[in-house]
């Protein structure tokens, strides 16, 4: 069992950058998968970005490609994702996740455990 929580949503302006936090319990957490998923209002949950258990490999959805960088610190149970250049179409409750799959994953309904979220939201 992994319990997730995150942080560091807020309101930004376009161009402008944040970095969120999720911060998992249990001594698993460096044997799985970590992933980002974001939902906008009206939308389907889509992918943002996974690294793997090492951290050694990550994997991008091509929206946010050169502008996010995701990371783990397994000695922290805590994988972060950091936010640039940050535009109004970002805006969206972000989800992280936690499964034991291949990092190239997308597929939300693969990951076994998510967070509560938290909103981002980069006004114009």
């Known amino acids: 069992q992994v319990q997730l929580v995150e942080s560091g949503g807020g309101l930004v302006q376009a161009g402008g950058s944040l970095r969120l936090s999720c911060a998992a319990s249990?001594?698993?957490?460096?044997?799985?998968?970590m992933g980002w998923f974001r939902q906008a209002p009206g939308k389907e949950r889509e992918f943002v970005a996974a690294?793997?258990?090492?951290?050694?490999?990550?994997y991008y959805a091509d929206s946010v490609k050169g502008r996010f960088t995701i990371s783990r610190d397994n000695a922290k149970n805590t994988v972060y994702l950091q936010m640039n250049s940050l535009k109004p179409e970002d805006t969206a409750i972000y989800y992280c996740?936690?499964?034991?799959?291949?990092?190239?994953?997308?597929?939300?309904?693969?990951?076994?455990?998510w967070g509560q979220g938290t909103q981002v939201t980069v006004s114009s």
């Open positions: 249990g001594r698993t957490f460096s044997t799985y998968t």
């Open positions: 690294v793997s258990a090492s951290g050694g490999s990550t």
């Open positions: 996740a936690a499964g034991r799959v291949a990092t190239q994953t997308s597929r939300s309904g693969l990951y076994s455990y």
